[in-house]
């Protein structure tokens, strides 16, 4: 099935700074990728993904960029925030694991004022 | 806005007790899953359903099994619940069927503790 790896597992950057994320997926066919977001002792949220058919994808202070070629994706956060201090999660959805998501093992981001 | 609902926030059970979790989504949503989430490993998918009475093993389904009866309404079952299974449980749906919006909504997580 699909195996997918999140680096690093703990991120800490000063206010302001960018904070990036990489993930590398192993199925080739996969098309489909989310990032979640999980504030302490809150529920997972979507806040970007992206389709194999994008390179890039932007919304406002994110932004999720996508090597195919590589098989890695990356989620790029700038100008952070204290409230962007939270587990992150990247997936994809590919052929080998009957197009269920399987999920990375998280990063935590401390944004420290 | 979807509402996925579990019916426990925090729940005890002894060794070898069986062990129910329920799991309500208020959109009509037709897929509905179930992850365990424990530190350092992330999100690991148990069981999933794509449509009532369907059912498809996730990546770590032993020790488990799930039901879905209604469409609204997805079981979590620990048949003989063991210690290595305390563990944080989410349950999500989705539906594929809308604008290809694959977003999973998450319920707020059961913290189960096995004694």
């Known amino acids: 099935g699909e195996n997918v790896e999140q680096h690093p597992s703990t991120l800490s950057v000063q206010e302001g700074d960018s904070a990036v994320i990489k993930c590398t997926y192993s199925d080739s066919a996969s098309n489909y990728f989310p990032w979640y977001k999980q504030e302490l002792g809150k529920r997972p949220q979507l806040i970007i993904d992206i389709r194999s058919n994008v390179g890039e994808k932007k919304d406002q202070r994110i932004a999720v960029t996508l090597n195919k070629t590589a098989k890695h994706f990356s989620l790029h956060i700038t100008e952070t925030q204290p409230e962007d201090s939270a587990v992150y999660f990247c997936?994809?959805?590919?052929?080998?694991?009957?197009?269920?998501?399987?999920f990375g093992k998280g990063t935590l981001l401390t944004v420290n004022p | 806005d979807v509402k996925v609902t579990q019916s426990s926030r925090y729940l005890v059970k002894r060794t070898g007790e069986k062990v129910f979790l329920e799991c309500v989504q208020d959109?009509?949503?037709?897929?509905m899953f179930w992850y365990r989430q424990d530190p350092g490993l992330g999100l690991r998918l148990i069981y999933f359903s794509y449509d009532v009475k369907m059912k498809e093993k996730g990546d770590i389904p032993e020790g488990y099994s799930v039901s879905r009866e209604k469409k609204e309404r997805f079981s979590l079952i620990l048949e003989s619940a063991s210690t290595n299974q305390t563990s944080m449980y989410l349950c999500a749906s989705n539906s594929l069927d809308r604008g290809f919006n694959e977003k999973l909504f998450f319920g707020s997580g059961t913290q189960l503790s096995v004694l």
């Open positions: 997936a994809a959805r590919g052929k080998s694991s009957n197009y269920k998501l399987t």
């Open positions: 959109m009509d949503h037709e897929n």
